[in-house]
């Protein structure tokens, strides 16, 4: 697949391994390194198939849990004091628990900027206000570029291996799949990834629509949510953006 994707705003490793952490309900304290260390890695195959252009830096970090497993598979020096032996993982820990930190005062800070902005917002017609507040009697949270991966993967190891004989003209595109994805959300409000995952006929085509949603969310034109963390996802027009029409 030569299409390339650069997205603006991405997580980087330590947002990976946070994440992880959360979806293992890990203590981040005591972390399992061989389990993260894989679990790591097949985010990063994935990035990789998907060409994604932010490789490097999770390397960087792959590197690091590498060194930190194999530290912890030597054993220990007989003739070191118990109490002078540092954990392998004491320095991961620290900088996962400041980067944390600066994470939830990012957070707050977005959350006094939402409610300045709500202060002086502009007026509505009466359809769309009541639209919001039918909108507002769920509580949605925006799903993570790794919460769309881990929907991704799950889709691929769903899809059947082709016969080696069989040989199938290349049918899907990413234009092609944003062209259907817009179509489809003027037809329905909100779409579950995990159902446009299901219908899709072939690793090419799951490849496809994903590079197109990620491309979509970069545009600003969709917004990829989840009821609860870790469930599945579902996609809908962003509404903040301005809708251009569709070409036929």
């Known amino acids: 697949m030569s299409y390339k994707l650069q997205l603006e705003k991405f997580e980087g490793p330590l947002d990976l391994l946070l ?48 060194q930190i497993k194999s530290k912890m598979l030597l054993p220990p020096d007989p003739l070191a004091n118990p109490e002078e032996i540092e954990d392998p993982r004491s320095e991961l820990v620290r900088r996962l628990q400041e980067y944390q930190q600066f994470k939830q005062v990012a957070e707050g800070l977005k959350e006094k900027e ?66 259907g994805i817009l179509h489809r959300l003027v037809e329905f409000p909100k779409i579950s990834l995990r159902e446009l995952f299901n219908k899709a006929s072939c690793k090419m085509e799951v490849i496809c629509t994903f590079v197109a949603i990620l491309e ?23 509404m903040s953006n301005e809708v251009a029409p569709l070409a036929d």
Request: charged share 30%; with cysteine.
């Open 216 to 238: 979509l969310v970069r545009l600003k034109e969709i917004v990829a949510f989840q009821r609860r963390a870790f469930e599945d996802i579902e996609i809908t027009r962003n």
């Open 19 to 66: 994440y992880l952490i959360k979806k293992n309900d890990i203590d981040i304290c005591d972390i399992p390194i061989a389990t993260i260390t894989d679990q790591y890695m097949a985010y990063i195959a994935t990035m990789k198939l998907l060409n994604l252009e932010v490789v490097g830096d999770f390397l960087v970090m792959a590197a690091t849990l590498m």
């Open 114 to 179: 939402i409610f300045r902005q709500s202060l002086f917002s502009r007026l509505v017609d009466e359809e769309a206000m009541n639209q919001i507040k039918e909108d507002s009697k769920e509580i949605f949270i925006e799903a993570s570029l790794f919460d769309l991966i881990s929907a991704f993967n799950e889709a691929i190891r769903k899809i059947p291996e082709k016969q080696p004989y069989e040989v199938d003209e290349d049918q899907f595109t990413v234009e092609g799949q944003i062209h």
